[in-house]
């Protein structure tokens, strides 16, 4: 069965400073993940994923299938960057699975 | 841009009542879902639809049901409402096929007393 593993449920660091969101999942089929975001009063929106090896808002996630990890990172965190950080596991047609998310804080 | 709407951002409802919460979904997307958010427990699914008048369940379906009667339209239902359904629901479209990820409606923040 799939599983999508988010271990931090709260990660404080100071701006400027680099951030790691850690996912891990588990799937026997070709993953594909995302990362959402939801910022304070706003609605959930995907952030990044995979396939597309792209940056959004200077954040990057590396898919390692030996590990089975696909970390969410950013070298120096910005205020605007708190929020809650969901990793997302597609399986089938779209279906997503997703982890239990990290609310992240950059203290000023 | 896509636009997913839900009727309504804050229900109050008692045990017992019958909740209807609707989706609509403008981009003509095939699929549609809903889930429920909880602290500490992530966004769970509820139910999916990925053609009218079709449904399937998804990890935690007991309880509800929903309708699809029209692509644009996803209804979720709650036969008899009971406290342990106190919750945000969000719903969600995509296409059928493609890594193009889910988009989210602004969310119904749901009481039951």
């Known amino acids: 069965a799939q599983r999508v593993t988010q271990p931090e449920k709260l990660l404080s660091v100071f701006k400027g400073a680099p951030v790691e969101l850690k996912c891990n999942y588990s799937y026997s089929g070709s993953p594909e993940l995302f990362w959402y975001v939801q910022y304070s009063r706003q609605r959930l929106q995907l952030l990044l994923r995979h396939i597309s090896r792209e940056s959004i808002k200077g954040f990057t996630a590396d898919l390692n299938k030996g590990e089975t990890s696909f970390h969410l990172k950013k070298p120096f965190a910005q205020e605007e960057d708190s929020a809650m950080y969901y990793c997302a596991l597609q399986t089938g047609a779209n279906n997503l699975f997703f982890g239990t998310g990290t609310r992240l804080t950059v203290i000023p | 841009d896509v636009k997913v709407t839900q009727s309504s951002r804050y229900l109050v409802k008692r045990t017992g009542e019958k909740v209807f919460l609707e989706c609509v979904q403008d981009?003509?997307?095939?699929?549609m879902f809903w889930y429920r958010q909880d602290p500490g427990l992530g966004l769970r699914l509820i139910y999916f639809s990925y053609d009218v008048k079709m449904k399937e369940k998804g990890d935690i379906p007991e309880g509800y049901s929903v309708s699809r009667e029209k692509k644009e339209r996803f209804s979720l239902i709650l036969e008899s409402a009971s406290t342990n359904q106190t919750s945000m629901y969000l719903c969600?479209?995509?296409?059928?096929?493609?890594?193009?990820?889910?988009?989210f409606g602004p969310g119904t923040r749901l009481t039951v007393t």
């Open positions: 969600a479209s995509s296409l059928v096929t493609g890594s193009g990820g889910q988009y």
């Open positions: 981009m003509d997307h095939e699929n």
